[in-house]
């Protein structure tokens, strides 16, 4: 974490129409020159149609899905509903499961390198998918 971080929201469109459950839809961020960062939430906010079982959300590399934020499931979203890792598993450890955000960030992003967030698996489904990204300062 940084003591004062260059905290970024990134925002798209996701419509999920393929009659395909494994598809993945993937959007590039890339945060201010010579800054590394660090993944503070992301997930899927504004659905407009539910998303199909199975979909999930990530950060992180073409190489690597998750290589910075772990895939939060957001499958079974209804519409005008909203999920992201702080509002699941934040302020407090999901008793159920022993998770927290903690478990969620894996790693940074390098300084200048390029950060990809990923839909996994959702034939069908609406919203806006979004990262917040904490650049270091």
Request: charged share 30%; aromatic share 14%; hydrophobic share 40%.
């Given at each position: 974490?940084?003591?004062?971080?260059?905290?970024?929201?990134?925002?798209?469109?996701?419509?999920?129409a393929s009659t395909d459950a494994t598809v993945t839809t993937e959007y590039a961020i890339r945060g201010p020159k010579g800054k590394k960062g660090t993944p503070w939430d992301w997930g899927i906010e504004g659905v407009t149609v539910a998303l199909t079982s199975g979909a999930s959300i990530a950060i992180g590399s073409t190489a690597d899905a998750d290589a910075y934020g772990d895939e939060l499931?957001?499958?079974?979203?209804?519409?005008?509903?909203?999920?992201?890792?702080?509002?699941?598993?934040?302020?407090?450890l999901d008793s159920t499961t022993d998770t927290d955000v903690r478990d969620f960030v894996l790693g940074d992003i390098p300084a200048d390198g390029k950060a990809v967030l990923t839909v996994i698996g959702s034939s069908a489904g609406a919203g806006t998918v979004f990262a917040i990204i904490d650049w270091q300062d």
């Open positions: 974490m940084y003591d004062k971080p260059n905290r970024i929201k990134y925002c798209f469109d996701l419509v999920a499931d957001i499958s079974a979203v209804a519409a005008e509903d909203a999920k992201s890792v702080r509002n699941t598993y934040w302020p407090e």
